[in-house]
């Protein structure tokens, strides 16, 4: 075993890397671990060959983030509680392939989801670029767990993509918007954070329109969503604000985007005029540098107010 995921030291790790190996065992004849995700073979396939392709792999790195933000002797709970729900998941999955033909018993259940556009699993899955590096993808939105909408299925529907994302977002919309709670930040800088233990909490990164209206907030906002968890924003009234606030804003993102679960994006987004424009947020030497391109540079410099009014 190696150190893995979201862990500070490998002791961590491999404690970690255990527990899963301990959990699924019993019910496989072997299992290897790869970067993210475990390989599995059931008992049925005890003689295979090394190259025989396993009967099943599930992604772990969502799980270690969960882990690692809880005390070790948690840790146990958290595991056999996730593969629980992966067995639920399974069972609702095979439901659900047997109703999703018929659209009106499902349309309410489709809803989109955000994932980074390096996310591995997007085979097999309806899917569209919504801003960039993120991926919005279409998923049933089931009791115990998330399907994917397979990109086969509009057209046996006989419904048109572009209608179908937009229901995913309608019906997530529909559960209500989210609560903001201000966040001080270092130097006077302030934020607005909306965290639900939801997975589509992020997904309101399309829906700023509802939260920032143009006619309140003329210069937009500068937005980000580091995990499927978590939305920040910060409206634009004044260049000094903006200022004080871009230092712990971007700490915030890098960290909660490092920590998870579920991270999207480290970068931050500039909501104006209903469209998202990316700036950029990279680390050199272990430092966060915030490189915004020169329209937005020139936009703020020029047209907010040196003060909030």
Sequence with gaps: MSTFGPFENQGDAEHFLGLVEATLRPQCARLEFEEGRVNVWYHSDAGALPETPPHQQYGITNLAQVCALAPRPQWEQII?????????????????????LDFNAVCDRIKLRLYPSTWQDFEGA????????????????????????APALPAAWGIAEERLFELGLQ????DGLLQPQPLKLPNNGAALAFASEQ???????????RYVPAEQHPHGAVV???NRHLLLLHPLTSLRLLVNTIPGLVALVINAY??????????????????????????QEGEPVFAPPLEFMEYV?????????
Aim: no cysteine; hydrophobic share 40%.
């Design 80 to 100: 056999n509680g996730h593969f629980e729900g992966v067995r639920q998941a399974e069972s609702e999955g095979s439901a659900i392939e047997q109703q999703q």
């Design 126 to 149: 309806l899917h569209r670029s919504v801003a960039p590096g993120l991926e919005g993808t279409l998923v049933f939105d089931l009791p115990h767990s998330l399907r994917s909408v």
């Design 171 to 174: 019906n997530v919309a529909a």
């Design 199 to 209: 997975f589509f909490t992020s997904t309101h990164l399309l829906l700023l329109e």
């Design 224 to 226: 980000a969503v580091p």
């Design 258 to 283: 490092n920590r998870g679960p579920g991270s999207l994006s480290r970068n931050l987004f500039w909501f104006h005029g209903g469209h998202l424009r990316l700036l950029p947020v990279s680390e």
């Design 301 to 309: 410099q020029q047209q907010l107010p040196l003060e909030a009014p």
